[in-house]
Structures are given as C-alpha cells and as structure tokens.
T-cell receptor, first 115, second 112 residues
C-alpha cells in the first residue's frame, strides 16, 4: 500500500532534549516536505526536499533541521526543542518537486508536546 | 508567505444538504488544491484545479476557480455524515517548487 509513515505518532518530552521525527514513503517520490499545524494558523511549511541531498527552508524553519540521505526518508530534527514547537506535524510527499499539478500524500501526523 | 483565507470557518448542515466553502488567495497561482482532514488524521487530496480551468467535478465535489477574483469554492452535494471533516484549500505558485500554501480551513459538520 502506498503510504507516508511517520513515527512516533505522539510524543511528550521536555525542553532541550533532542528528538527526531521520522518520515518514510514507499512511492519512490522525489519531493518531500514537513508542515506544522497550529489552531487558527492552518498548515505552515517547515522544510522541503526536492530530491536526495537537496533541502530548503519553508516558511517556519527556525529551530528545526532536516536531512535527505535516502530518497525514501526525510527525518525532522529538533536539536533543542522549546514549548513553542508544541504542535501537530505532518510529512508529505509528491512524485516530483519541479513539476506542478501534483497532489501531495500526507502521513497521519505526529503530535508533539514539549514541556 | 501566501496563505489562503477560507470562509466560513465552521459550517453545520443537515445530511442531504449541500455544503459550500470558499477560499481566497493573494497572488498568481499555478493551481489550487482542496484537501480533507478527518479529526486527528492526515490530509487527503480531493481535487486539483489548474489556473486555466474554471470548474472541475469529482463525484459529489464541484470546484470552481475565478482567477480574476483570486477565489475558489468547493461544493459538496448531497452531504453525508461521513463528510464531517475539516477542508483546506492550498495554492501552488506559478514558479518554484511544488510547495503548498494552505488556508486556515473550514470545519464542516454534517448532522445525521
């Protein structure tokens, strides 16, 4: 089954403790992206990747890192999490990043609470 | 960053009625997409309309796009309780990567 898989689905942690949210897709997609969703703000893009070893900032990249060493994986790293990063996070992918008119496939989300 | 504005923020209707949601955006687009989100779940792509298209249908969904007004609408006909969800419009710029810029969403409740 074609899917985007995120782990963990839920995480409660404390300020400053490094964490990684994994994202994996099995559709051989070139483009992957991370979003955060906050009440009243919709979804905002954090980082995106056009292909392996190619990443770029979205609208709200501060406090986050990403890497794209393999095509299928696009982990989101919070080196020193803070309470304002408490949010619902989504990973998404599409076949190409340089071609428009392609829908994105979303994971089920990761709910992070940082105390 | 560009984000769409959606109207209304919340909508409650009876099963069988039609639901209309509107989306406005700010700059020129390549396409506009509608996504659905069930509570606590990921977004599911519903329909994509290109900037040179004015109307598109998919099952009970009808999407219109007016680029002169920078607005779009999503019509769900003969609604069902299972249509209860949040609906988001998202735009893609004419140039650059296939990045989505989302509106704030409309929360639809269909009462059985």
């Amino acid at each position: 089954e074609a899917q985007v898989t995120q782990n963990p689905r839920y995480l409660i942690t404390v300020t400053g403790k490094k964490l990684t949210v994994t994202c994996s897709q099995n559709m051989n997609h070139e483009y992957m992206s991370w979003y955060r969703q906050d009440p009243g703000l919709g979804l905002r893009q954090i980082y995106y990747s056009m292909n392996v070893e190619v990443t770029d900032k979205g609208d709200v990249p501060e406090g986050y890192k990403v890497s794209r060493k393999e095509k299928r994986n696009f982990p989101l790293i919070l080196e020193s999490p803070s309470p304002n990063q408490t949010s619902l996070y989504f990973c998404a992918s599409s076949l190409r990043g340089d071609t428009h008119n392609q829908p994105q496939h979303f994971g089920d989300g990761t709910r992070l609470s940082i105390l | 960053s560009q984000q769409g504005e959606e109207d209304p923020q919340a909508l409650s209707i009876q099963e069988g009625e039609n639901a209309t949601m509107n989306c406005s955006y700010k700059t020129s687009i390549n396409n506009l997409q509608w996504y659905r989100q069930n509570s606590g779940r990921g977004l599911v792509h519903l329909i994509l309309i290109r900037s040179n298209e004015r109307e598109k249908h998919s099952g009970r969904l009808r999407v219109t796009l007016d680029t002169s007004k920078k607005s779009s609408s999503l019509l769900i006909t003969a609604s069902r309780a299972a249509d209860t969800a949040s609906y988001f419009c998202a735009t893609v710029y004419q140039t650059g990567a296939n990045n989505l810029f989302f509106g704030t969403g409309t929360r639809l409740t269909v009462i059985p």
